[in-house]
């Protein structure tokens, strides 16, 4: 019988050793006869695996002219002894750096200082041959040798909530400047970096749970300070409730407050679905109903976050046919040609009565507040003033005194605003300690800081457009309206 030859791999042996294996046997026929056979060979080579390294830690890919490149990492034989360490500068020649002892199976750290690299660009490699000559796997390194001076600098950023408009965190060192990296798919550059904190806007990249988010940090002149730092993505928890007011049947709107999140509402009537949408703004809301509901009928309201997420859902009181108001007139300050005020229900228009003696029908009545034009000297301090309310119908539905006052008062001189920026600013005399906006009738809330004749409230930037309408209120301390100007809007 011929020798035979086989090939094993196998930790904890030498590769290409070769082992005789003898053995012997032999075979019964099927009438019962056994017969030995002869002694035969196998001759058997067993190969050991290919030996590892790695860098650790990472090398820097910037170091400055002079300063020596210290490279590390760690090296697993497998089934080696022993290891040389090789390295490899550009397209020069391998340098037998040093030889190191290892168990089979165990990790050795090594390290490789390099000294001397000249100032431009460079690609290190690096690798280690076992004490069988097996070479491991091959280490690349690119490094940038200059004789500016080294940058450093890293980023921590914090949890970023689905939906939030921008990853924000901190950073130490010389970073100046981000890059996004979606899936590992750069997606934006740029972020607002300063005194210790960053802020990058995402608001247009949809980002999902699924998506791995990672920053690279640079420095001003846009040399890689750290990279592939990840950014934890979380569900963003929304809560938010919504309070509807009691509907009026014929009414082409129902409104109401909300708290949170809720960005929308879907219409239910008679348990069918009818629509979704609304106007969420400042804790207030308007949902266009049309004549979808009737007295009779019954209607619900799903509040919802901007994902389309229920937060809360409450029924719509639907008012009985008999009509029903209140007016509330704020205080009147004598000279003023206006009284302004309050009003709930099915309120469409309103008498003044002064002394006794009816003066005026009339009234401009929307989205709760009331304005009634009176002439400047009509009105004086100590005089009896009344307001009633009426429905479209003319029934009666309430009535209110007007209190008059001439101890406060205040005006706006001018009140202007720059398209594209971020303020109202003006001027302003007597007792206005703060204000209100309305945007197109739909109210921001209070602010404004007074002093000195001036005034500046806050809007937020590209809030306001060339075509809106814009006004200002001025109030007291004691929130009594003084005066209302339309502001002035300009390029």
């Known amino acids: 019988m011929q020798k035979s030859k086989s090939i094993i791999r196998q930790k904890g042996i030498p590769y290409n050793k070769t082992i005789d294996i003898e053995y012997s046997g032999s075979v019964k026929t099927y009438d019962g006869v056994e017969t030995p056979l002869s002694k035969a060979v196998l001759k058997t080579t067993i190969e050991t695996e290919v030996p590892k390294i790695k860098f650790d830690p990472v090398p820097p890919k910037r170091i400055q002219t002079g300063t020596e490149l210290n490279?590390?990492?760690?090296?697993?034989?497998?089934?080696?002894?022993?290891?040389?360490?090789?390295?490899?500068?550009?397209?020069?020649?391998?340098?037998?750096?040093?030889?190191?002892?290892?168990?089979?199976?165990?990790?050795?750290?090594?390290?490789?200082?390099?000294?001397?690299?000249?100032?431009?660009?460079?690609?290190?490699?690096?690798r280690a041959t076992d004490d069988y000559g097996k070479e491991s796997n091959l280490l690349n390194q690119k490094i940038s040798v200059s004789d500016l001076p080294i940058t450093k600098g890293n980023i921590k950023p914090n949890v970023y909530n689905i939906g939030d408009t921008n990853v924000t965190g901190t950073y130490q060192g010389d970073v100046a400047r981000l890059r996004l990296y979606i899936n590992g798919v750069s997606a934006a550059w740029g972020g607002s970096v300063e005194k210790g904190k960053f802020v990058f806007y995402v608001g247009n990249q949809k980002i999902s749970q699924k998506d791995k988010i990672t920053f690279n940090a640079y420095d001003k002149e846009n040399n890689l300070l750290e990279e592939n730092v990840p950014v934890q993505v979380s569900e963003k928890q929304v809560s938010g409730t919504i309070t509807p007011d009691v509907y009026n049947p014929g009414n082409k709107n129902t409104t109401g407050k909300y708290t949170g999140e809720v960005t929308k509402a879907s219409l239910y009537v008679n348990g069918k679905y009818i629509s979704t949408g609304g106007t969420f703004a400042n804790g207030n809301f308007s949902y266009y109903v049309g004549n979808k509901i009737k007295a009779q009928d019954s209607a619900y309201l799903i509040a919802k976050d901007k994902s389309g997420k229920e937060l809360d859902r409450k029924n719509v009181e639907i008012k009985s046919v008999n009509a029903v108001g209140t007016i509330r007139p704020d205080y009147y300050i004598e000279?003023?040609?206006?009284?302004?005020?309050?009003?709930?229900?099915?309120?469409?228009?309103?008498?003044?009565?002064?002394?006794?003696?009816?003066?005026?029908?009339?009234?401009?009545?929307?989205?709760?507040?009331?304005?009634?034009?009176?002439?400047?000297?009509?009105?004086?301090?100590?005089?009896?003033?009344?307001?009633?309310?009426?429905?479209?119908?003319?029934?009666?539905?309430?009535?209110?005194?007007?209190?008059?006052?001439?101890?406060?008062?205040?005006?706006?001189?001018?009140?202007?605003?720059?398209?594209?920026?971020?303020?109202?600013?003006?001027?302003?005399?007597?007792d206005i300690k703060i204000a209100k906006v309305y945007i197109n009738g739909v109210a921001k809330a209070w602010g404004g800081d007074f002093g000195g004749g001036a005034f500046s409230y806050y809007v937020g930037k590209n809030k306001i457009k060339t075509t809106d309408i814009v006004t200002i209120e001025g109030y007291t301390k004691d929130m009594k309206l003084l005066d209302t100007k339309q502001v002035e809007l300009k390029k």
Do not use: C
């Open 71 to 126: 490279l590390a990492g760690t090296f697993d034989g497998l089934t080696s002894k022993s290891f040389i360490l090789e390295y490899k500068i550009d397209d020069g020649n391998w340098v037998a750096y040093k030889k190191y002892s290892t168990s089979p199976g165990n990790e050795v750290k090594w390290s490789a200082p390099i000294s001397n690299l000249a100032s431009g660009d460079h690609t290190i490699q690096v």
């Open 335 to 430: 000279g003023k040609s206006t009284i302004v005020g309050s009003y709930t229900g099915d309120v469409s228009k309103a008498r003044l009565i002064v002394n006794g003696k009816t003066i005026s029908w009339g009234g401009s009545f929307a989205k709760g507040r009331f304005s009634y034009y009176v002439k400047s000297n009509l009105i004086k301090q100590g005089a009896s003033v009344t307001m009633e309310a009426y429905d479209k119908n003319d029934k009666k539905l309430d009535s209110n005194n007007v209190l008059v006052s001439a101890t406060e008062k205040g005006s706006f001189t001018s009140a202007t605003h720059i398209v594209g920026s971020s303020t109202v600013k003006g001027t302003f005399t007597g």
